[in-house]
Structures are given as C-alpha cells and as structure tokens.
C-alpha cells in the first residue's frame, strides 16, 4: 500500500513536470530597468559616460574580483532577488556577446548608471540610458526575438517573462535636488512626483502595450542618509528633507502600481521598498551585524564626498560591516538585506522551479561577518 502510493506520488510529480514543461517553449527571464542599483556593465561600454564602475576597486566581491559594470562590491539587490526566484542572471544589453538565443536563454538587463525616470535626470553623466531609451531598446530586442522565433511565440514569451523597474533616486539626488536643474526651480515636492508619477505610468503603460504583465517597481530607500548626502550637511546627519521625498515617492508609485493593475488587462505590477528596513539599519547597524552606517567603505583619504571609488581609493578593513560601498551605493551585505525584505513584501515564490541557484562560480560568497 506504501509502495503504491509513493508510486502514484512519483508518477504525478513526473507527469507535472513532463507537462510543465511543454507547456511552456522555454524558461521564464526578466528584463530588468534601472539605474546604478542594477546596472550590471551598461555604462561600461558607455564610454563617454561619467557614471562608471569600470575601475577597482568595484566588483571585489563578486567572481573574480574584477570590475564587472556593478556599482558595489558583490551583487545588486535585484540580483539577489532573481536568484532566489530561481531567475537566470540578464547580461547587459551592451555586452558584446547578448544575441538572440542568449536573450531567449537569460533575458536583458537594460539599467545605466545615471539614469532616471526622466529623460534629463543625470545629464551631468553626458551619457546613460534613461527610462524611456530603455523601453527604447527593449522594443528593439523584441523586433530581433519576433524576426528569430515568430510573432505568436515571441507574444507569449514576452508576456510570461518577469520586469523590475528600479528607478527614481537620481530623479532627486541627480536633477530635482541640484540647483542647477529647471526641474528644481519649475516644481515643487508635490508637483514633481506628481509629474514623474505621471512620466512612470505613461512608461510603464507602453511597456504593457509590449507585453509585460508581471512586473515589479522597486521604490526608494532613505537616500538622505546616503553618504554624500550626509556630507552635505553641516551636522553629518541624514537630509530629512531627501528622505522625505523618498517616502512621498514611494506613496505615491505604491499608488500608481494599484491603478495600473486595475486598470491595465491581465497587469500585475507590484511595488515594493525596503525603507524601513534601510532606516533601521542605519540608525541600528548593530542590531544587523553591521559596524559602519554613515561613511563609504571605498574611500579616498580624508577626502569627501570623494564621488566615486577609484584604484587610489583605501578599502574599509572589513566590507561585510559596512552598509556603504561608495558615497552613494549599498555594499553587497546591505544589498542583501534590502533583497529579503523585498521578496517579503513582494511575497512571490520561485519561477523555474527546476533551476537551482546561479552556479556557485558566477559569485564570490557574500562577505559574512567574522
Ligand atoms: C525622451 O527621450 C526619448 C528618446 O530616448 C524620446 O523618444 C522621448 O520623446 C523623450 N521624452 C520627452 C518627454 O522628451
């Protein structure tokens, strides 16, 4: 009777397995949208661009060590979230080996470094990808997928694949907040959500128009206790006014998320932020297991904000402590962090069941505390 019914066990999680199978033509893959949280060596083929992590010291933590595009030392949040879904990795969309059947295989990572929602966010870069050249290039790969496996496949690949749009602080750190912008003199806190809230949704709408329907927007930490943001004030605290428009955003696109998905066919866009994990973490680092909450691990003597982190850079003894990389971005173990409060919020479950985890060899192990 045992045998029996581990028998019938067997046969029909075979048997579901079998059927999965065919029933879809391939493996689920994201496209990713992004700004430096998730570039993963857009702007290291942008060479113009001044937003770049080709250099050492970024990337020490991840696989060889080498500079590998990402602006941290091991692996960006959405990373660390697609692997525990079971996702493959997206290569960059500028990487010279991304061809058809590496997109059907891993899906595209379309983040820059510098980018924003709006088009004239980061301009100071000179060159980066914005949201809406992005969508740009991703209508783009969707022609070269439609020419390689037909319209009718191509359409449900598509809709089954998963989207993360991670944008929005360089709409404030890199334009509205900058004095120099005529974002920062045309608007106020509300009228300029108001208008990249407006901005998100035509965007996100034309993505749907192409396609996507599971998608997640990942909203905003408090970037007002971002290094260089501290350094700016003459108290080294966090800029509440930064952290302020943070949670307004994240209100407000938490709303945008809810409006689209009832009003979009078949849409289920999701939002989520780790604000308040964040938050915790930098008034309490050591309730995390972290020693450093205010200043970059990559830092260039006394010299701050130093901007970026470069080869003459001095390194924090111990990265794993640290919750900043450079002046503006999370190290890996924050990175981490800001991952498993995400996939809490976003509640999903794995997508390729029958993946395991990346390969050991494409990531070094996070740095663990010693
Ligand atoms: C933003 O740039 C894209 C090209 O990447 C262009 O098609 C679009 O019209 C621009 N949007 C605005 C509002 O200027």
Redesign the pocket.
Known sequence: MKMLALAYAIFVVTSTLILGKNMCDGKVVQFIFGDSLSDVGNNMYLSKSLAQASLPWYGIDFGNGMPNGRFTNGRTVADIIGDKMGLPRPPAFLDPSLNEDVILEKGVNYASGGGGIL?QTGGWFVQKF?L??QI?LFKGTQDLIRSKIGIKRAEKFFQESRYVVALGSNDFINNYLMPVYRDSWKYNDESYIQYLME?LGAQLTLLHSFGARELMVFGLGPMGCIPLQRVLSSSGGCQEKTNNLALSFNKATNDLMTHLSSTLQNANYKFGDAYDVVDDLIKNPQKFGFSNSDSPCCSFGNIRPALTCVPASTLCKDRSKYVFWDEYHPSDGANELIANELINKFGFLRVNQAEGPSPASEVAPPPHGK
């Open positions: 088009n914005s809406s050249k740009e901005t």
